[in-house]
């Protein structure tokens, strides 16, 4: 081999090996130059030059049936990798902060607290999330189109909320014919049936037909007050491209699988009649919806639609890349919950007529030859409920192990012996419950879990 040829294999190497471990930024450069969008710059560097740093304090406000619960599994993986707190329920709460009750930051485990990030799915009240969030938390949620919407509530609750249930045949078409033979505002399920968005944002959902257009309109001026981003289901990653602005948080940071959604062949499509129908119905949400999506497509516009589209492509890219790795080869295949054998990835199931789909692990994959862990993999398919179980236990131990080093050095001080203080034993209770999982308490936790 020539010099020369030694030479540029040695800047070969050295440039590899550059990349991997400085990839987190220096991948930014990159980008922002093969984009060729210089209003990028801005959102991922300082006027120094210098790199910002990743945006930690979020409130993300899950709405329902929204692919809100995509969201959520990015915003529990990032809290992971960087040794976030995630606010989580006290276990009474279940894995939701006692919804349909408006959130109290007295619903939030002590362990998980104070927390950098909160997820879970909460009736939104402005003050009280302000009072347990650091006061830099930027707000986001998510909404989506009210017809797609509401014909996924009407399938996913069909069994479960009272208002849905009277309609004979289950039909959707019967139910919108005449709603208010089959709707009862004040029952507890109700915000499944009419302005679930409006419900969960902390509104009105009831509010009396002559005053629904200006309370509509002053309810979504309030929520832009609060929420810095409100994504749109239908422009996922277009969103994405936001809110990794917003946060100047890295490519990798917002790779996901979708998560908790039904077959393709279990949707059905509305014709433009029924949508007018369920738009009246749900008049809030409509006008909610509609000053949102013209809002997120005023924000793109200003970014320009080529470099968006362009950063969408390049976070496919990424995405493809990923799952290949974790997925032996190729993309995980969608099973109905009894076709997965893992017990952690089943995800919860509303009714027997409702297949909500899931993913597996192919049984090779820790043979796998792409050197992706494990844990990340499975974690990028983990359902709701068994992951907020799974940091809840793990967000325990660590708040327990910081925990004892000063109470224990204090108690020793004291009295002179190593015995374990009473605090700790009085907190570790209920994570010791959490520890022992069994099927009982599995499936009673399961039998309560509406969710998203
Ligand atoms: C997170 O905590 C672990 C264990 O304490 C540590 O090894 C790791 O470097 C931390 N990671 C970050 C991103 O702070
Ligand atoms: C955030 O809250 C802390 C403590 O309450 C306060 O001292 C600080 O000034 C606040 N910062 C901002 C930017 O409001
Ligand atoms: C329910 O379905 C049955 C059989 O398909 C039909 O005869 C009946 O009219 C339906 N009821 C309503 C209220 O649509
Ligand atoms: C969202 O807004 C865009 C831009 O105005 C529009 O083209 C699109 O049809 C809207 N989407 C829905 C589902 O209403
Ligand atoms: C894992 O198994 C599947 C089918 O059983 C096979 O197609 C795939 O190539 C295997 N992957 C690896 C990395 O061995």
């Avoid at 710059?41 to 030059?49: A, E, I, T, V």
């Avoid at 609750?157 to 009862?184: A, H, I, T």
């Avoid at 080869?329 to 952690?344: E, F």
């Avoid at 993913?359 to 983990?382: A, E, F, H, W």
Wanted: hydrophobic fraction near 35%; include cysteine.
């Amino acid at each position: 081999m020539s010099q020369k040829k030694i030479f540029l294999v040695l800047v070969a190497i050295t440039t590899v090996s550059f990349l991997l471990h400085h990839g987190g930024h220096l991948s930014w450069t990159i980008e922002v130059f093969r984009l060729g969008c210089p209003s990028l710059r801005s959102s991922f560097f300082q006027d120094s030059g210098a790199p910002r740093p990743r945006h930690t304090s979020v409130a993300f406000l899950k709405t329902h049936k929204t692919a809100s619960t995509t969201v959520q599994n990015i915003l529990f993986r990032f809290a992971e990798r960087n040794n976030l707190t995630v606010a989580l329920p006290v276990t009474s709460c279940d894995h939701q902060f006692c919804y349909p009750r408006l959130f109290s930051s007295h619903y939030v485990h002590p362990h998980t607290t104070p927390p950098d990030i909160i997820t879970n799915h909460l009736r939104f009240s402005r003050s009280e999330v302000h009072r347990l969030m650091p006061n830099n938390t930027i707000y986001i949620t998510i909404l989506r189109e009210p017809g797609a919407m509401f014909e996924s509530l009407f399938s996913y609750y069909n069994q479960y909320c009272q208002s849905f249930k009277r309609v004979p045949n289950g039909s959707l078409e019967v139910f919108l014919d005449q709603p208010w033979s089959y709707y009862r505002a004040e029952e507890k399920d109700s915000m499944y049936a009419r302005n679930t968005l409006t419900f969960d944002l902390g509104g009105d959902k009831d509010r009396p037909k002559a005053d629904v257009a200006n309370y509509a309109k002053r309810f979504a001026a309030e929520v832009e007050r609060t929420f810095s981003l409100v994504m749109i289901a239908e422009y996922f990653d277009e969103s994405l491209v936001l809110l990794r602005r917003l946060l100047s948080w890295e490519l990798e940071d917002v790779l996901y699988v979708k998560l908790n959604m039904r077959l393709p062949s279990a949707k059905s499509s509305l014709s433009e009649q029924l949508t007018g129908k369920i738009r009246s119905w749900n008049a809030i949400d409509a006008v909610l919806y509609d000053h949102f999506n013209a809002s997120l497509w005023r924000q793109l516009n200003a970014i320009g639609l080529a470099c968006v589209a362009r950063e969408v492509q390049l976070m496919k890219r990424a995405r493809e890349q990923l799952v290949r790795g974790c997925f032996g080869g190729s993309m995980p295949q969608l099973r109905s919950a009894a076709q997965i054998t893992n017990k952690d990835l089943r995800p919860w199931q509303p009714s027997a007529k409702v297949g909500i789909v899931g993913y597996d692990l192919p049984t090779n994959v820790t043979k796998r030859s792409s050197g992706l862990p494990q844990d990340m993999c499975l974690k990028l398919i983990m359902p709701e409920v068994q992951y907020t179980r799974l940091l809840l236990r793990s967000q325990s131990l660590r708040y327990r192990s910081r925990f004892p080093m000063r109470s224990s050095q204090m108690t020793m001080k004291l009295t002179g012996q190593h015995r374990v203080p009473s605090i700790i034993g009085a907190t570790q209770r209920p994570s010791g419950a959490l520890g022992r999982s069994t099927r009982g308490t599995l499936r009673f936790s399961q039998r309560s879990a509406i969710s998203n």
